[in-house]
């Protein structure tokens, strides 16, 4: 008997709570294991089914992460970005590790992402949109299910929450008991980012909680400064003119995301709000599909389908307007402003080429959705000496194309997409400080793709706000 059998036919097969009824947004054939008979891609292979049912089990009683009201919250937020009132900036690790669950790793992943918001906000001159690729991004589609080393092949490390990077035959076993280690350590991120923000760390009047060791670039530092000081006199002189505190500027809110990639624990966290008359994933605010998983007819859709979280799609070359349009009209059917947002990752050299078919792909559905671009995973490239790396220019490059594409066909660029790190790192070239080929073994952490460090990070939002300075002074001319 295979393991989703064995879970089709235990009581983690969920059945409508007592007095469901179908509202005019849920499908009424749906309910959280509705996937299981789907064709299920990227799912491990567990050889102990048993003890995977036992895991799933103890997931499934365990209290939720996330609450609907938050997750509702966003949607709202989300909605507003499609319309070109905010902007959303989603980032973080490619894949998170356990080991890397400690209070300055997750401050610092929460700062640098406080402090390229502050530059988006004074650039874009609108609120700025703050979800994270954290507390549960842990784990990672790829492109073969086994890896091959000097003559013996293992199963391929699917991150922290399937298995172990180690290249051995016991590292490599997929363990049950790792969903329930990626539960408590997202728990636990998650909770030290409320208690930081709760306690003040992301308000503006004090910006310098957010110190910037991490630049070494003087002209960054710098320009960073000014803005600062900008936003800080602007606030100085509204509250001192209206006599009362900016109360959005003393607590922003922060919200989390991952890939939906792995069913079974994502099956685990949903629940049936009954004043809400929905079903939620509460394992986090935004989940995402990934390329790899979107395919019309398989379990993924299925399950994203039915849920009411606000949710996102990775959009590449490979998918087909066809494709495109059929997934907008089955995980949005209402036409729900907030629900959906398309992520699109071409790369440099296909965005010109590709994009524009998308986006009338899309215009001809009359679906609301947010647009995003991704300018990390289609820009991945592989040195001589086997290092994966990404290029600064081609990331600034991407998101540049990005916004002039979505004007020029009477679109909107509603927000970035970037894996990044507040650690120093050297795993893509270029930025500032000129990082090259010869730099990135120095300080190559990523298991799985890499990221901009914080500097580069920060330096990326400068230029996506200056660029929006730019457009909206020349239009003002026009």
């Given at each position: 008997?295979?393991?989703?059998t064995?879970?089709?036919?235990?009581?983690?097969a969920?059945?409508?709570?007592?007095?469901w009824?179908?509202n005019?947004?849920?499908?009424?054939?749906?309910?959280p294991?509705?996937?299981?008979?789907?064709?299920?891609?990227?799912?491990?292979?567990?050889?102990?089914?048993?003890?995977?049912l036992?895991?799933?089990g103890?997931?499934?009683?365990?209290?939720?992460?996330?609450?609907?009201?938050?997750?509702e919250?966003?949607r709202?937020?989300?909605?507003k970005?499609?319309?070109?009132?905010?902007?959303?900036?989603?980032?973080?690790?490619?894949?998170?590790?356990?080991?890397?669950?400690?209070?300055?790793?997750?401050?610092?992943?929460?700062?640098?992402?406080?402090?390229m918001?502050?530059?988006l906000?004074?650039?874009l001159?609108?609120?700025?949109?703050?979800?994270?690729r954290?507390?549960?991004?842990?784990?990672?589609?790829?492109?073969s299910?086994?890896?091959?080393?000097?003559?013996?092949?293992?199963?391929?490390?699917?991150?922290?929450?399937?298995?172990?990077?180690?290249f051995?035959?016991v590292?490599?076993?997929?363990?049950?008991?790792?969903?329930?280690r990626?539960?408590?350590?997202?728990?636990?991120?998650?909770?030290?980012?409320?208690?930081?923000?709760?306690g003040?760390?992301?308000?503006?009047?004090?910006?310098?909680y957010?110190?910037?060791?991490?630049?070494?670039h003087?002209?960054?530092r710098?320009?960073?400064?000014?803005?600062?000081?900008?936003?800080?006199?602007?606030l100085?002189f509204?509250?001192?003119?209206?006599?009362e505190?900016?109360?959005a500027?003393t607590?922003?809110?922060?919200?989390?995301?991952?890939?939906?990639?792995?069913?079974?624990?994502?099956?685990?966290?949903t629940?049936?709000?009954?004043?809400?008359?929905?079903?939620?994933?509460?394992?986090?605010?935004?989940?995402?599909?990934?390329?790899?998983t979107?395919?019309?007819?398989?379990?993924?859709?299925?399950y994203?389908?039915?849920?009411a979280?606000?949710?996102?799609?990775?959009i590449?070359?490979?998918?087909?307007?066809?494709?495109?349009?059929?997934?907008?009209?089955?995980?949005?059917p209402n036409?729900?402003?907030g629900?959906?947002?398309?992520?699109?990752?071409?790369?440099?050299?296909e965005?010109?080429?590709?994009?524009p078919?998308?986006?009338?792909?899309?215009?001809?559905?009359?679906?609301?959705?947010?647009?995003v671009?991704?300018?990390?995973?289609?820009n991945?490239?592989?040195?001589?000496?086997?290092?994966k790396?990404?290029?600064?220019?081609?990331?600034?490059?991407?998101?540049?194309?990005?916004?002039?594409?979505?004007?020029?066909?009477?679109?909107?660029?509603?927000?970035?997409?970037?894996?990044?790190?507040?650690?120093?790192?050297?795993e893509?070239?270029?930025?500032a400080?000129?990082?090259?080929?010869?730099?990135?073994s120095?300080?190559?952490?990523?298991?799985?793709?890499?990221?901009?460090?914080?500097?580069?990070a920060l330096?990326?939002?400068?230029?996506?706000?200056?660029?929006?300075?730019?457009?909206?002074?020349?239009?003002?001319v026009?």
């Amino acid at each position: 008997m295979s393991d989703l059998t064995r879970l089709a036919n235990s009581p983690l097969a969920s059945v409508q709570p007592a007095g469901w009824q179908p509202n005019s947004w849920q499908p009424s054939s749906w309910q959280p294991s509705s996937w299981q008979s789907f064709p299920a891609t990227q799912q491990p292979k567990y050889s102990d089914a048993a003890q995977l049912l036992r895991v799933v089990g103890s997931l499934s009683r365990l209290p939720p992460l996330v609450v609907s009201w938050e997750i509702e919250a966003l949607r709202a937020k989300l909605a507003k970005a499609q319309r070109g009132e905010q902007f959303l900036l989603q980032g973080g690790d490619c894949a998170e590790s356990f080991e890397d669950c400690e209070s300055d790793k997750i401050a610092q992943r929460l700062k640098i992402l406080l402090q390229m918001s502050l530059v988006l906000l004074q650039g874009l001159k609108k609120p700025i949109i703050r979800v994270g690729r954290f507390a549960g991004q842990y784990a990672k589609p790829r492109s073969s299910d086994t890896e091959t080393r000097d003559g013996i092949t293992l199963p391929c490390y699917r991150g922290d929450n399937v298995n172990r990077p180690e290249f051995n035959a016991v590292a490599r076993d997929p363990d049950p008991e790792l969903l329930l280690r990626g539960y408590e350590r997202s728990s636990l991120t998650l909770n030290f980012v409320r208690a930081l923000i709760d306690g003040g760390f992301a308000d503006l009047h004090h910006p310098e909680y957010w110190d910037l060791s991490f630049l070494r670039h003087a002209k960054l530092r710098e320009s960073y400064q000014k803005i600062v000081d900008s936003i800080a006199e602007s606030l100085e002189f509204f509250e001192s003119m209206s006599g009362e505190r900016v109360h959005a500027a003393t607590r922003g809110d922060f919200y989390t995301s991952h890939e939906g990639l792995h069913l079974l624990s994502e099956q685990a966290q949903t629940r049936y709000i009954e004043r809400q008359q929905r079903w939620y994933n509460l394992s986090t605010h935004m989940p995402w599909i990934g390329m790899r998983t979107a395919n019309i007819d398989g379990a993924h859709i299925e399950y994203f389908r039915g849920i009411a979280n606000p949710i996102g799609v990775k959009i590449g070359a490979a998918m087909g307007a066809d494709w495109l349009r059929s997934l907008v009209t089955v995980l949005n059917p209402n036409e729900e402003p907030g629900r959906l947002t398309l992520i699109h990752r071409f790369g440099v050299t296909e965005i010109e080429q590709r994009l524009p078919a998308m986006l009338k792909a899309v215009n001809d559905t009359g679906a609301p959705v947010l647009w995003v671009c991704d300018p990390m995973h289609g820009n991945t490239e592989t040195t001589n000496s086997g290092i994966k790396t990404r290029r600064f220019d081609n990331i600034l490059g991407e998101v540049e194309a990005a916004f002039q594409i979505h004007e020029a066909h009477g679109s909107r660029l509603g927000g970035v997409h970037i894996e990044l790190t507040g650690e120093d790192v050297t795993e893509c070239i270029g930025g500032a400080r000129g990082l090259a080929e010869v730099d990135l073994s120095r300080a190559y952490k990523s298991a799985v793709d890499p990221r901009l460090n914080a500097e580069q990070a920060l330096e990326l939002a400068m230029l996506i706000a200056r660029r929006a300075g730019t457009t909206r002074r020349s239009s003002s001319v026009d």
